[in-house]
Structure formats: structure tokens, C-alpha cells
């Protein structure tokens, strides 16, 4: 009896050790969740106290100015003439007068074609026109004998109308002769080749001692024109109203072209004609620009990108284009109060040239906005002003009127950078693009 007892409480004391270590897993996992319940509330009153640490930021004030409406496109350089130089008769190449690219003016001389054949045609259609002039001479002196034999009843009359008719076909042979030898002067004149248009001649297709024809496909030159030269380039149809707007009421519009990086300006010229349909296939309508080109920056087949200025609003609110943010409420800035906080106000933009946003509504000039760090702010958030050195605005205008189409690249035009491109504000150009919290 005594012996399973003790047996008895022997088989009981893991039991006893379960419950224990049950109990102490339990104490820690409250601890535990006391740790993270107290970490949790500690993090969240230090980011309530560091919440009125002030945002540093960058303001600018608003001001007024001159804002240019241009409407940006890409363009095909292309030369006002473009000729194929080719021989009016058939010879043998005696001199070539040119060299390859050189720049040469109308009337130069570009070629020689042997001319002793035309020389040779044209002594003999001299000597038949004197012939004929002596013939003529000879009926005419006849005819005037005639005349006065008729008179004295001393010849037939029938004899004197056969003269008088001689003499007419005397005078048509010589009328003949003179066609000839024109015609025998003109092909000697085409001897030599001239050029027919100011510009750049390219590389010759003959050598000395070709013979060249009438009907050659390839010519002897191809000569372009490159002073003045055009730029031909598309806009969207919702352009076309604002631009035959303004060439209807008398004005001249700038045309500006710049590289295909569109960084460097190239020359400045002015638009010369608009096309006089609407490409159904892409809704653009083509135009034109002239350029002087008296630098010969600008070469046949180049592409550029052109800035056409349709208009300049004057005197108009301004503020900087790093300013605007879009959100919730809109396009809206901050605008800086005088207890170093920001308020959101929504505001109505206008048209964009480069660094600077035309305003149409929503705020007045000499009020301080932020123009960097603007990504972390929200309504009446406290601020610290620091300082930046200012941003010189880019020469190259980038501006567009809001709502209307831009240029797309067509297949056949190189894609431009969208930097420096005319481009119509959207939600992803500017930093804070989400709405404030």
C-alpha cells in the first residue's frame, strides 16, 4: 500500500512542470504585448511633437509680366528650288567650271560642251541667210524696173505680179534663214552650261570627256537653293483658328527653329504660308516657314524643331512654374502666410513659358509661394524660409495654351525631348503631384 503511493505521486509531477512552464510562456507574451503596446504609443507622441517641427522651403513671390503663346511643332528642313542641271544638246564634256559644293550664283558658268559642231552649223545657216538676203535684194531691184516699164506701157503686167510675188517669197526664205540661225546661236550659247539658280551645287554626276545627251536623267549637277530656305511642319487642327486669326488681322508671326535637341537655336524666320487643306489621316494642317539662312545653318532635309509665336499676353500674373502642384483640389500652390505657414489655394493656370505659369484667377501678385519643398507640406503646416540662389529662366520658350493639342512625331520625324518642347501641364510634371494631406 505504501508503495503505490509513492508511485502514484511520482507519475504525477510532469504534470505539475507543464503547468508551470505554461504559466511563465504566458507571463512573457503579456509582457511582451505591454513592450509593444507602450513602444507603439511612444512613436506615435514623438511624431505628434515632431509635427510642428517647421518644413524648410524655398518661396518666391508673384509677379506680373509677358507670357508668349507658342506652338511648338517638328519640321522638315526644305530649299525653296532644287534643280537638276542637265545638258539642251548633245557633246562631248570639254571643262568642268566647278567644284563640288561650292556656292555659286545664277548665270555662273558650271560646264563646257565642245561647241566647234554648233560653230560649224552656224556658218552654214549664215551663209544660206546671205544667199537668200541676195536673192531678195536682186528681185526687188527687178521689181522696181518693172514697176516703171508698167508704167510706160513697155511690159506685161502679168510679168510684174509674177516679180512682186518672187519678192515675197525672197523676203518669208530670209524670215526662215533668220530662224535658223537663232536656233544655230541658241545651241552654241547651250555650250556652255550656266547656272540657272543662286545656291549649292553638289556632287558632279559627269567627268570631262563624257558625252552628255539631251534626254541624260542624271544631269551634270544637282543645285539647291539655300538662300533664303523653308521649314515645313504640322499642328494640330485646334491651332489653326488662333493662327488665322492673327494672319487675317495683318500680323507677321515669329517662327523660331532650334536643333533636334531642341537646346540650341538656330535661326529665326517667319511663317509664309499655310496649307490649304487638313490631313484627315492626323488632323495637322502643314505650314511653312522662311528663313534668310545667311549663315547656311539650316540644310535641306534637317530636322528642327520650330516654336511659331502666335501671340504674347501682356502684363499678366506670373508665377513660377516649379510653384504649381496638382491634387484633389486641382492645380492649387502654397502660398506662404505671415505666421510661417502654408495655405493651399487652388488656382487657374494659363499659358506656360518655361519657368514661368500664367495665372487667370485664384491669386494676386506679391504673394509668397513655395517653390521647393513642396512635396512634404499640407494645409497650415509650419515652415522655415531658407534661402537659394535664384534660377536664371530658360531662353528657349516652352509654351503652349492649355487644352489644345501638341505635335506628336510622325512616323517619318525624329522624337524630340520633352524638355524643351511646347507641352500642355499635366499631373505628372510637377513634384507634390498628390493631393495635400
Given at each position: 500500500?505504501?508503495?503505490?503511493r ?8 510532469p ?15 503579456a509582457?511582451?504585448v ?25 518661396a518666391?513671390p ?33 571643262q ?14 558650271l ?6 559642231p554648233?560653230q ?25 524696173r ?13 510679168t ?8 515675197n ?18 545651241n ?27 534626254n ?13 530656305i ?59 516657314a ?11 532635309n ?53 519657368e ?30 531658407r534661402?537659394?540662389?535664384?534660377k536664371?529662366?530658360s ?32 499631373a ?10
Amino acid at each position: 500500500m505504501r508503495d503505490v503511493r509513492i508511485t502514484s505521486l511520482t507519475a504525477g509531477a510532469p504534470s505539475w512542470r507543464r503547468a508551470a512552464w505554461i504559466a511563465l510562456i504566458l507571463l512573457l507574451a503579456a509582457a511582451g504585448v505591454w513592450w509593444l503596446y507602450h513602444r507603439a504609443t511612444s512613436q506615435t507622441t514623438s511624431g505628434r511633437a515632431g509635427f510642428n517641427v517647421p518644413f524648410p522651403v524655398v518661396a518666391a513671390p508673384v509677379t506680373t509680366g509677358n507670357i508668349d503663346i507658342t506652338y511648338a511643332a517638328l519640321g522638315t528642313v526644305t530649299p525653296l528650288a532644287t534643280v537638276t542641271v542637265r545638258s539642251q544638246i548633245s557633246g562631248q564634256i570639254t571643262q568642268i567650271a566647278f567644284q563640288e559644293g561650292q556656292m555659286v550664283k545664277q548665270g555662273d558658268l558650271l560646264a563646257i560642251i565642245d561647241p566647234r559642231p554648233y560653230q560649224a552649223a552656224l556658218e552654214q545657216v549664215e551663209g544660206t541667210q546671205a544667199k537668200n538676203l541676195a536673192l531678195l535684194k536682186q528681185a526687188q531691184a527687178d521689181l522696181a524696173r518693172y514697176q516703171v516699164l508698167k508704167k510706160q506701157d513697155s511690159i506685161a503686167a502679168q510679168t510684174v505680179d509674177d516679180q512682186a510675188h518672187l519678192v515675197n517669197q525672197y523676203i518669208a526664205q530670209t524670215k526662215v534663214d533668220q530662224g535658223a540661225v537663232d536656233a544655230a546661236k541658241l545651241n552654241l550659247a547651250y555650250c556652255h552650261v550656266a547656272a540657272p539658280i543662286n545656291g549649292r551645287v553638289g556632287l558632279r554626276q559627269v567627268d570631262i570627256g563624257n558625252y552628255v545627251t539631251a534626254n541624260d536623267a542624271n544631269g551634270i549637277v544637282v543645285m539647291t537653293q539655300l538662300q533664303p530656305i523653308n521649314v515645313t511642319f504640322s499642328l494640330p487642327e485646334d491651332d489653326l483658328p488662333k493662327i488665322m486669326q492673327r494672319l487675317a488681322a495683318g500680323a507677321s508671326l515669329q517662327a523660331v527653329a532650334y536643333n533636334r535637341s531642341n537646346t540650341t537655336k538656330l535661326a529665326t524666320g517667319t511663317l509664309a504660308a499655310v496649307d490649304s487643306q487638313i490631313d484627315t489621316t492626323t488632323g495637322t494642317v502643314k505650314m511653312r516657314a522662311q528663313f534668310d539662312n545667311k549663315d547656311g545653318v539650316l540644310f535641306p532635309n534637317q530636322f528642327v524643331n520650330i516654336q511659331l509665336l502666335v501671340d504674347t499676353l501682356q502684363d499678366t500674373t506670373v508665377v513660377p512654374t516649379a510653384a504649381v502642384q496638382r491634387g484633389a483640389p486641382g492645380t492649387f500652390v502654397y502660398v506662404v502666410n505671415p505666421d510661417n505657414t502654408v495655405k493651399v489655394t487652388p488656382i487657374k493656370i494659363g499659358p506656360i513659358q518655361g519657368e514661368s505659369t500664367s495665372v487667370t484667377s485664384g491669386i494676386a501678385p506679391g504673394t509668397q509661394v513655395v517653390v521647393d519643398g513642396a512635396d512634404k507640406l499640407k494645409d497650415n503646416a509650419k515652415i522655415a524660409l531658407r534661402q537659394e540662389s535664384p534660377k536664371v529662366p530658360s531662353q528657349n520658350p516652352n509654351v503652349t495654351a492649355p487644352g489644345n493639342g501638341t505635335t506628336t512625331p510622325s512616323a517619318n520625324s525624329p522624337a524630340a525631348p520633352p524638355a524643351p518642347s511646347a507641352t500642355t501641364p499635366s499631373a505628372s510634371s510637377r513634384r507634390g503631384s498628390g493631393p495635400p494631406r
